[in-house]
């Protein structure tokens, strides 16, 4: 346990942070891209000179191990940066339309501006990662931000101030701070919300929001369901499945929540489950120093909870000293219990049992929809049956976690999963406004537009004929 506990930020501190990023902002400073290529490849130098200081405080925090925190906390943002920088000038160039018949001899086009002053909101469980990744896009977009990390994993928040020590606070202010400070921010005339979180939290975000019609990013979460049908690969599906389910001890956004296991290859597929498990963690995971811990104790007893929720098929062991639980499978006694109905984020991992893919549409839909979904199978018609006719923020066929990695492909939520999306050309869309500009020629002038045009009518029903 850290013991470190992040003091509240009081009216006026918060005030101040958000007249200095308005001034700064005003100023045009951030607006040129040779000054965003500039803050974006320092932010990549902090972070590998930083490596050693980040990977301590994950670890303090979360048990974090090195291959894990460096993969997914630091090399993500690396391949962002870098994907960012050679992409930036097409980005954010002005973008041509076509003319409409109704327009001839004018010209159209779209110019990406960004909003302003931005406040981005992280969670705790990739707490550098999540807090970084949506700073690329608002510096991308020529945005200033606010970053309010979570209050839970204090070492890695005040990692994120040291980071950021030598940028001016009105480009970037790391406002350290719980529940209360987020409230005072919550209050501010931002230009723009990023928010990852849960979805209570998201509801009191966009409320807050919408008292100044401020646009948000909602990046919530939920219940993720994987579905292996019968014809799956099983050895290579369970060493996938328990990979997403297990890193960060299951404390993942994006992680497997539960199971819905063809009743063919239920058993062969649990056996296939256990021996990945013992693969990657030993007959210990406990020992392993590649297995996490839970955040903290609310949230390990709220898991612990989960453990009388059904019959316990595989794990189920805990440790109250370290706050770890065991890799675990579980029958739920009813689709109604907590362990069913709540986002788990741990190892725990309910399993259920499918006839027909029509059951698990069922399930899937009468439920919140999901931010991600799973489905292992070697039939693209299964896949065609899934993806078309399930709505959920994105997933993999045959792997879990591995679409959040590209820059290729935008990552969000739909529905209670989230609002909006991110990545790579998505980050920098989200955090730009739009222009829309039409420049009309002055070489001729169509008088049918006008109200003493005789014929005006006539000409306009026949053009959009
Ligand atoms: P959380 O919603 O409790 O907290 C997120 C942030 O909101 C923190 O900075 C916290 O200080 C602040 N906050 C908490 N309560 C608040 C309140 N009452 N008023 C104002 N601000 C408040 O989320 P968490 O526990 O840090 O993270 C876990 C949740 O985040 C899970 O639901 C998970 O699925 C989700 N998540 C989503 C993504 C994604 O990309 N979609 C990624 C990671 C986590």
Known sequence: MSGITIPEKSKEEVTAAVDLQKAYYGSGKTRPLEARKAHLKKLGEVLRENESKILKALHDDLNKSEREAYTTEIGILLEEINFTLKNLDSWAKPKKVKTAVTHFGSKGYRIPEPYGVSLIIAPWNYPIQLAISPLIGALAAGNTAILKPSEITPNTSRVLVELFEDFEKGLI???????????????????????????????????????????????????????????????????????????????????????????????????????????????????????????????????????????????????????????????????????????????????????????????????PKPLALYLFTGSENVERDITENLSFGGGCINDTLMHIVTPHLPFGGVGESGIGSYHGESSFSTFSHYKSILKQTTRFDFSFKYPNSKNGLKILRRLLK
């Open 173 to 367: 202010h790391v406002l350290e701070g719980g529940v209360e400070t987020n409230q005072l921010l919550l209050d501010q005339p931002f230009d723009y919300i990023f928010f990852t979180g849960s979805v209570p939290v998201g509801k009191i975000v966009m409320e807050a929001a919408s008292k100044r019609l401020i646009p948000v990013t909602l990046e919530l979460g939920g219940k993720s369901p994987c579905i292996v049908h019968e014809d799956a690969d099983l050895s290579l599906a369970a060493k996938r499945v328990a990979f997403g389910k297990l890193a960060n001890s299951g404390q993942t956004c994006i992680a497997p929540d539960y199971l819905f296991v063809h009743e063919n290859v239920k058993e062969s597929f649990i056996e296939e489950y256990k021996k990945a498990v013992h693969e990657f963690y030993g007959n210990e995971p406990f020992q392993s120093d590649q297995y996490g811990k839970v955040v903290n104790k609310r949230h390990y007893t709220r898991l612990k909870s989960y453990l009388s929720d059904g019959e316990v098929i595989y794990g189920g062991g805990f440790s109250d000293e370290n706050l770890q639980i065991q890799p675990t499978l579980l029958k739920p006694r009813s689709t109604e219990v907590p362990v069913m109905t709540e986002e788990i984020f741990g190892p725990i991992f309910p399993v259920l049992t499918y006839g027909s893919l029509e059951e698990v549409k069922s399930f899937v839909t009468s439920r």
